[in-house]
């Protein structure tokens, strides 16, 4: 028996919008992740924004350090910040090329600081 099927669409959610607080936006970031995975995706990319520090803002840090506790409970199989996309490891790069929207992108380098994509 073959493994679940898998939807090849890309999701992509703002979490900046409305200019939520931190604690606001992992509330929802936890749905639109529940959310995507019963729609069937695998790849999940958020905007977060970078902050207006140049440091990194809220909404970006307290995401990320949720998304590693996801990854390590295995609520998630990883993500991915968007400023280390060009060079994270080969096999998860292979997992996210597999999502369409990401394969007909040919400028996967570009991506910066203000996402972050979760392979769901």
């Known amino acids: 028996m073959k493994g679940p099927r898998y ?7 703002n979490l900046e919008l409305g200019m939520p607080f931190a604690d606001q936006a992992i509330k929802r970031l936890t749905f639109e992740i529940h959310h995507s995975r019963a729609m069937g995706c695998t790849v999940l990319k958020i905007i977060h924004g970078y902050g207006s520090s140049g440091k990194g803002g809220k909404i970006r840090t307290e995401s990320r350090k949720y998304l590693t506790r996801l990854k390590r409970q295995g609520e998630i199989r990883d ?42």
Do not use: P, W
Request: charged content about 35%; overall charge negative; hydrophobic content about 35%.
């Open 7 to 13: 939807s090849s669409r890309l999701r992509e959610v």
């Open 79 to 120: 993500f991915v910040k968007g400023e280390q996309f060009s060079i994270f490891e080969e096999a998860t790069r292979q997992a996210f090329a597999r999502c369409e929207e990401l394969r007909r992108d040919h400028d996967l380098d570009r991506y910066n600081n203000g996402v972050t994509f979760i392979l769901l």
